[in-house]
């Protein structure tokens, strides 16, 4: 009996968004909205959204003891997601500066902060949490090192879900664990390197799953989402929504899609309803605040 559906490890950010008529470019400076800060990080997000879905749900992290801290430690707790993994000091928590346009579209830098000082000595200290978990997700706003430290911590049964995001060259033994490697047309060509990629979607998948990973699946925004495993690829049609703000919405999807994976879903019907999640996401402002519960994604 696992105590939980899912244990995300990850990041945890305060998202400090700007609206914008466009973004500026090299050297410009434009006006903006009003800032608003909002809980956020890959990481977080992932674990909120699932918690919204209703996932039994607990995050491994590491914020600031600071104001930014608070704000994300109650946002945790306020979806359900049970923040004892959640560790307090060493840094100042991670920030990440949102600037979004009026089609919903957004660039992020982000500052890891805290996120920098979440240590494989961290991951082994929580294996209680690794021993409980269905399901472990994983993203890059930590310390890589971090990330294999939690694929040798794996309980056995436990299924291993990353997004390679920010996106960089991955040891064949995490890329041996996932179950799916979930990537964007940016990530999965970040990760191919030198590799010759043409086609489209399907090629990279191809090209993946021959470096390891058990399962991929690519992410095409508006169009869906593309599955890639030992029986073959399928594509995953998108949900036609009108898009708000696409902030954080990669990361529901991916919480979406590892809860209902550890539910006993097949890969494509997990990427279904992900989809489903994701642009349901989409249609409200900021990340955590727009993520939908289960009767809403059922109501789309």
């Known amino acids: 009996m696992y105590d939980y559906d899912l244990l995300v490890i990850g990041s945890a950010n305060a998202d400090l968004v700007i609206g914008v008529d466009r973004r500026p470019g090299p050297g410009e400076t434009v006006l903006g909205s009003d800032l608003a800060v909002h809980p956020g990080g890959k990481g977080a997000n992932q674990a909120v959204a699932a918690a919204r879905l209703g996932a039994r749900t607990a995050l491994l992290a590491r914020?600031?003891?600071?104001a930014h801290g608070r704000l994300l430690l109650d946002a945790q707790r306020a979806a359900g997601v049970d923040t004892v993994g959640v560790l307090v000091g060493g840094a100042p928590t991670g920030v990440a500066l949102i600037t979004v346009d009026p089609s919903g579209d957004n660039s992020i830098?982000?500052?890891?902060?805290?996120?920098?000082?979440?240590t494989p000595g961290d991951v082994r200290a929580a294996g209680s949490l690794f021993h409980a978990s269905r399901v472990v997700s994983a993203q890059l706003e930590i310390?890589?090192?971090t990330v294999v430290e939690a694929v040798r911590?794996?309980?056995?049964?436990?299924?291993?879900?990353?997004?390679p995001s920010p996106p960089r060259p991955l040891p064949a033994?995490?890329?041996?664990?996932?179950d799916p490697l979930i990537v964007n047309e940016h990530e999965a060509k970040a990760i191919l390197g030198d590799v010759p990629v043409g086609g489209g979607a399907a090629d990279w998948a191809r090209i993946l799953l021959a470096r390891g990973p058990r399962s991929v699946v690519v992410t095409l925004g508006a169009q869906g989402a593309l599955v890639?495993?030992?029986?073959g690829v399928d594509l995953v049609p998108a949900v036609r929504v009108d898009a708000v703000d696409t902030t954080g919405a990669g990361d529901a999807f991916t919480a979406a899609l590892a809860w209902r994976?550890?539910?006993?879903?097949?890969?494509a019907d997990a990427a279904a309803y992900a989809v489903r999640v994701g642009a349901a996401a989409v249609t409200r402002a900021g990340?955590?605040?727009a993520y939908p519960t289960r009767e809403e994604v059922a109501a789309l």
């Open 109 to 118: 830098v982000v500052s890891p902060g805290a996120n920098g000082k979440l």
């Open 228 to 231: 890639a495993s030992a029986r």
């Open 153 to 163: 911590n794996l309980a056995p049964g436990t299924r291993f879900v990353l997004n």
């Open 143 to 145: 310390p890589l090192e």
């Open 173 to 178: 033994e995490v890329l041996a664990a996932c």
């Open 287 to 289: 990340a955590q605040e």
């Open 261 to 267: 994976l550890g539910q006993g879903d097949e890969l």
């Open 63 to 66: 914020v600031g003891d600071d």
